[in-house]
């Protein structure tokens, strides 16, 4: 069986707040890097940050929306349960701000799902999330 990996590039300001933030406070390491882009292994999937400060400008206003104004264009992991609860201690730790502070919520049939959403220096927006029953993932 063929083990799938995403890859992912996002546009970021500068590459000093992005290796502060992604390096850094997040711990991921980086496995390459040239003068305008630097990319990372984002839980075993490639994450390329470009640098494009307009782009970056444009997605840093995008607006939230919804009853839990969770951002429209967002990227993201899902964790086990108690994994969730030690990466969000460690957001804590290093003074994250979260858009939609961590919380449980039922999902109907979804099931009880815990979510956060936090920004990157260039305001792309992360959802770092766990599912009670990771069964139930894609469950209607």
Aim: charged share 20%; net charge negative; hydrophobic share 45%.
């Amino acid at each position: 069986m063929t083990i799938l990996r995403f890859h992912l590039a996002i546009a970021v300001r500068d590459l000093a707040s992005t290796r502060a933030f992604y390096g850094g406070v997040l711990g991921f390491a980086e496995a390459r890097a040239h003068d305008d882009a630097v990319t990372y292994d984002y839980f075993g999937h490639q994450l390329v940050c470009h640098v494009a400060p307009d782009v970056a400008a444009q997605n840093a206003a995008i607006h939230l929306h919804g009853a839990d104004d969770v951002p429209p264009r967002h990227f993201g992991v899902i964790f086990e349960w108690e994994e969730w609860q030690r990466a969000v201690a460690r957001l804590r730790a290093a003074g994250v701000k979260f858009l939609v502070e961590p919380a449980e919520h039922d999902h109907g049939a979804g099931g009880v799902q815990a979510t956060c959403f936090f920004r990157d220096p260039s305001g792309n927006v992360l959802e770092w999330k766990t599912l009670r029953d990771p069964a139930r993932l894609f469950a209607r």
